[in-house]
């Protein structure tokens, strides 16, 4: 529940509108979504450090399964934990991106795969799907300030 209401208090605040100022808003959507497919792009190839990049220092987490984690080293600890799992793939693909009217902050929506091998050496695929609300930051860079990803039901 503390998750869920963490994300919608979030969800609020990016939507009251901020002090108007002139900024191109189909501009900012696509650098938006271009910043969410670089991020998957680096997530992919297994460079932790350029997928670094896109979390703010104190960015939140919410993994599947895991405890929410709070700020960039925390999170780190997670990914660095991850990839250490024999047959490890993480990709995500972003379906949209919204903006508030100042433009200053915005969210992307979409969903992800995540592949490992069990401790028998067999390949599992898990999906679902994510939501993640950035911030535009002073250099006109997009990185991710919250993370909340949901599995898909399990199949039976």
């Known amino acids: 529940m503390k998750t869920i209401l963490q994300c919608i208090v979030t969800l609020i ?43 703010t220092d104190n960015a939140i987490n919410y993994f599947p399964g895991q405890e929410p984690a709070f700020g960039k080293e925390a999170i780190l600890e997670i990914v660095k934990k991850n990839r250490s799992i024999p047959g490890f793939s993480l990709s995500w693909e972003p379906v949209d991106a919204f903006l508030s009217e100042s433009g200053d902050l915005g969210y992307t929506h979409g969903s992800y795969k995540v592949s490992f091998n069990d401790p028998e050496g067999n390949k599992l695929t898990r999906s679902g799907n994510y939501v ?18 949901v599995p898909e039901p399990k199949q039976e």
């Open 13 to 55: 605040i990016l939507f009251i509108p901020a002090c108007s100022k002139n900024v191109d808003l189909k501009a900012e959507r696509t650098a938006l979504l271009d910043s969410d497919k670089a991020w998957s792009n680096a997530a992919a190839s297994g460079d932790v450090k350029l997928a670094a990049t896109y979390w």
């Open 132 to 149: 993640c609300i950035w911030r535009n930051q002073e250099d006109g860079s997009w990185k991710c300030e919250l993370e909340c990803s």
